[in-house]
């Protein structure tokens, strides 16, 4: 390619060359990124879809300590392979309130993302603690200090406040609760409101009893409430089978 | 001897120099990689015109391709191609090779199926998956069951029934077993008569009149087993209160125990314990009534149903 042009012009010019490099690296993200802004169909309109409990917010925090992700997905994707064995294909708008989201292809266990109600508490107590007494042919490891360690709540006010930070839509003052009443209703909204977090939490594990040990809230609790939400809160018997073609 | 060869190529340079002397080779690229990159660009073009594309104002070019599907509204559909629509196309075709073989099971009554060798091995087939889906996890690949968590289904000893209706009312709505823990209403000692009693009935060994003890007390109002598990002790299903008399233990881990008196153990660590768990889960909404009559069928046939 032999044109009327010289490297020079450009090598010899250290303003002009970063201005030039800024643009050919920016070329990429403004045709994939910034039309998701404008797109007005990305995220499909689902009704069910709201922030996680304190209890199920704090299981998720220890989902991701433990590092859960990095063998199960949390990502169904549009298979019939994946539909048969894992449920409804994941939508955009169920994982709007993730941060960060739990997507992914890596699966050395299977995809989490409708795991929820799939299994029994104790099952998935006794299969944490143990998963070959449960999947003799399993490979994940076991995590018998879940059960035996109390659950630290005393931050759990500031890690929802976090989470209102980038947008999740945890309520702190009454306008706002008020505002998560009309959009969630009476019941979600009480959830979401952080002065009562705490509250909230120990009432959440002490009446589901997610470990089966009434002595007290370990990390158990919370983690598997957690993991009995996941997929659960979107009624797809309520939409057409093809009622989220259009999203894409 | 690259310096040779060096001297011996005629190289282009870009054409400047730094520092007096300091250049740079400019050697283009080879015919052959210029033209499958000119052949990847028309390539890329032919491909925004057949698939979805380029994003234009609040949506996006649906490309020239289009997928046409039946939605569960029985509507014919098409759509410009995306992998949500190729799945309903892949999920139309499937159903379509299976959907003699669901009818027949919604047309044909559980008996039926089980009489029908076709029907047989089609339900063998397609249930052997969706037990390991959906079943395995907590009743074993072969249903063999979890003492201490989860029922076998591969005896005859059933906690809710195992007729064909029973076996499809536990799937369709879930069961939840309970048993209130005596632990604070009885002392040790009246705990440890009647977990004897308990052994006597399925013929262990035991304290005699440790068992007569715990005969007395199981059929006593302090007690109150026979409530549950029947004045014979042979349990009642509608209520999931498991059979005693029989040797097939499910909560206490009685098979698991060393020697005798760690049975005996097994037993009172139930009965002061109580239980909070056996919960199965309802597969209403996760899989369909004609699967979820497959996997009765299937349950049925791994060897208790009655």
Known sequence: ?248 | MSEQKLQSQTVQTTGHAWDGDLQEYNNPLPTWWVYTFYVTVVFAIVYWIIYPSWPMGKGWIGGLSTITYVNSEGETRTHSWNTRALLLEDLNRASAEQKPYFDKVSAMSYEQIARDPEMNGFILSSGKALFADNCAPCHQAGGQGKVGFFPNLTDDDWLYGGSYDKINETLMHGRRGYMPAFGEVLDGAQIDQLANYVASLSGMRHDSAKAAAGNALFHSETAACFYCHGPDAKGRRDIGAPNLTDSVWLWANVPGAEDDDGKIAAIRGVIAGGLAKGVMPAWAGRLSPEQIKVLTVYVHELGGGQ
């Open chain 1, 1 to 248: 390619m032999n044109l009327n042009f010289k490297h020079e012009w450009i090598e010899t010019n250290i303003g002009l060359m970063a201005v030039l490099t800024m643009l050919a690296i920016s070329v990429g993200g403004l045709v994939e990124i910034a039309p998701l802004f404008f797109i007005d169909k990305t995220i499909e309109k689902v009704e069910g879809v709201r922030p996680y409990t304190p209890l199920e917010q704090r299981g998720r925090d220890i989902y991701i300590r433990e590092g859960c992700y990095t063998c199960h997905s949390q990502m169904i994707r549009p298979f019939r392979d994946e539909k048969l064995r894992y449920g409804h294909y994941s939508l955009a708008a169920e994982s709007q309130y993730d941060h960060p989201f739990q997507w992914g292809s890596k699966r050395t266990g299977p995809d989490l993302a409708r795991v929820g109600g799939k299994y029994s508490n104790e099952w998935h107590v006794q299969h944490l603690i143990a998963p070959r007494s449960m999947v003799p042919e399993s490979v994940m490891p076991n995590y018998p200090w879940l059960l035996t360690t109390p659950l630290d709540i005393s931050d759990v006010e500031s890690r929802l406040k976090a989470l209102r930070k980038v947008g999740v839509p945890y309520s702190l003052t009454q306008a706002e609760y008020d505002a998560n009443v009309g959009k969630f209703g009476e019941t979600v909204a009480r959830q979401l409101h952080i002065p009562d977090a705490r509250k909230n939490l120990v009432e959440q594990a002490n009446f589901g009893n997610y470990d089966g040990d009434r002595s007290g809230i370990s990390e158990m609790d919370a983690l598997v409430a957690y993991l009995q939400v996941l997929g659960t809160m979107v009624d797809f018997s309520k939409y057409s089978d093809d009622a989220f073609v259009d999203y894409r």
